[in-house]
């Protein structure tokens, strides 16, 4: 009972020295709303960067051409060293005849002008199908493909693939250097605020020390201001998460530039970057705050 009385106190202390500092509570909530929606773009930006990169993983596909003399044998030796190239995750092998059969499916004119052709001079190939773990290595992998003997062409859209890979990997890099900074920047914010509410509040806290307070009475209201403002500065954030995420998707449509980069559905995945959001700013005004107190009043 008297552990929950001396935090309820913490509380009211708490809420009473923001309100008595309004203007310096005002300040730190204004920087902390302003970093963190910064952060939370910077994360939705991030998640759906990594999200457009694994569909890329699972959609893209290695598509190996054969020669036309390619023997029954050698395509089974070619399955053989498939499987041997550790960034090969599955393969499809497809016949001269099942390419045309299937694309007689999606074309019945194409399937006439496929049918005046025999097997002998037939423009159409046999084919493997290639998925790959690591797109990262997905230049490599095709590389080392092109190489074996009866591969005649090997084609996965290297060009395009490329530049999205770099300028995927790019865009991370940056999003996450700007989240770890902002937070940082954010804790220092705190750490001035709550330094100078302490140095309003030295009379006060000489007091508590002289009739025998602990140093966790002394810190910890500091600690709580440091969530409230955590707290507070979180609300816009939040709200613009929420609703300007929903917007942005249905203005365009789910996509964003083509229909390669899809984007993630708002729910629930605007509520999940609202409680890291939330998350974000307790623990950056309570770290904040928490620094404050031990540097500045060495208790």
Same mark, same amino acid.
């Given at each position: 009972?008297?552990?929950?009385?001396?935090?309820?106190?913490?509380?009211?202390?708490?809420?009473?020295?923001?309100?008595? @500092?309004?203007?310096?509570?005002?300040? !730190?909530?204004?920087?902390?709303?302003?970093?963190?929606?910064?952060?939370?773009?910077?994360?939705? #930006? !991030?998640?759906?960067?990594? @999200?457009?990169?694994?569909?890329?993983?699972?959609?893209?596909?290695?598509?190996?051409?054969?020669?036309?003399?390619?023997?029954?044998?050698?395509?089974?030796?070619?399955?053989?060293?498939?499987?041997?190239? %550790? @960034?090969?995750?599955?393969?499809?092998?497809?016949?001269?005849?099942?390419?045309?059969?299937?694309?007689?499916?999606?074309?019945?004119?194409?399937?006439?002008?496929?049918?005046?052709?025999?097997?002998?001079?037939?423009?159409?190939?046999?084919?493997?199908?290639?998925?790959?773990?690591?797109?990262?290595?997905?230049?490599?992998?095709? %590389?080392?493909?092109?190489?074996?003997?009866?591969?005649?062409?090997?084609?996965?859209?290297?060009?395009?693939?490329?530049?999205?890979?770099?300028?995927?990997? !790019?865009?991370?890099?940056?999003?996450?250097?700007?989240?770890?900074?902002?937070?940082?920047?954010?804790?220092?914010?705190?750490?001035?605020?709550?330094?100078?509410?302490?140095?309003?509040?030295?009379?006060?806290?000489?007091?508590?020390?002289?009739?025998? &307070?602990? @140093?966790?009475?002394? %810190?910890?209201?500091?600690?709580?201001?440091?969530?409230?403002?955590?707290?507070?500065?979180?609300?816009?954030?939040?709200?613009?998460?929420? /609703?300007?995420?929903? #917007?942005?998707?249905?203005?365009?449509?789910?996509?964003?530039?083509?229909?390669?980069?899809?984007?993630?559905?708002?729910?629930?995945?605007? /509520?999940?970057? !609202?409680?890291?959001?939330?998350?974000?700013?307790?623990?950056?005004?309570?770290?904040?705050?928490?620094? &404050?107190?031990? %540097?500045?009043?060495?208790?």
């Amino acid at each position: 009972m008297k552990m929950f009385r001396m935090l309820g106190r913490s509380i009211r202390d708490a809420f009473k020295s923001s309100i008595r @500092n309004f203007s310096l509570s005002l300040a !730190s909530i204004s920087c902390i709303t302003i970093t963190l929606i910064i952060v939370a773009v910077a994360i939705i #930006a !991030s998640v759906n960067v990594e @999200n457009v990169t694994e569909k890329l993983e699972k959609d893209l596909t290695i598509v190996v051409f054969m020669e036309n003399d390619t023997t029954e044998k050698e395509i089974d030796n070619i399955k053989e060293t498939f499987a041997k190239i %550790k @960034n090969i995750d599955t393969y499809e092998f497809k016949s001269k005849i099942t390419v045309k059969n299937e694309m007689k499916k999606e074309s019945e004119i194409l399937g006439t002008v496929l049918d005046t052709f025999d097997s002998d001079d037939s423009p159409l190939k046999d084919t493997f199908q290639i998925k790959v773990k690591e797109i990262e290595n997905i230049s490599d992998t095709a %590389k080392t493909i092109e190489k074996l003997d009866k591969v005649a062409v090997v084609r996965y859209g290297e060009g395009m693939v490329d530049k999205l890979i770099k300028a995927f990997s !790019s865009i991370q890099k940056v999003t996450y250097g700007i989240v770890i900074a902002l937070i940082i920047v954010t804790v220092f914010l705190i750490i001035n605020t709550i330094k100078l509410t302490i140095t309003t509040r030295k009379r006060e806290i000489s007091i508590m020390r002289l009739v025998g &307070a602990s @140093n966790f009475t002394i %810190k910890t209201p500091f600690i709580i201001e440091g969530m409230i403002l955590g707290i507070f500065g979180s609300i816009i954030p939040i709200a613009l998460t929420i /609703y300007g995420y929903k #917007a942005f998707y249905n203005h365009f449509g789910g996509h964003l530039f083509s229909q390669v980069i899809v984007l993630i559905k708002p729910l629930p995945f605007a /509520y999940m970057i !609202s409680l890291i959001v939330l998350g974000i700013g307790i623990l950056v005004g309570m770290i904040g705050s928490a620094s &404050a107190v031990k %540097k500045y009043l060495k208790v």
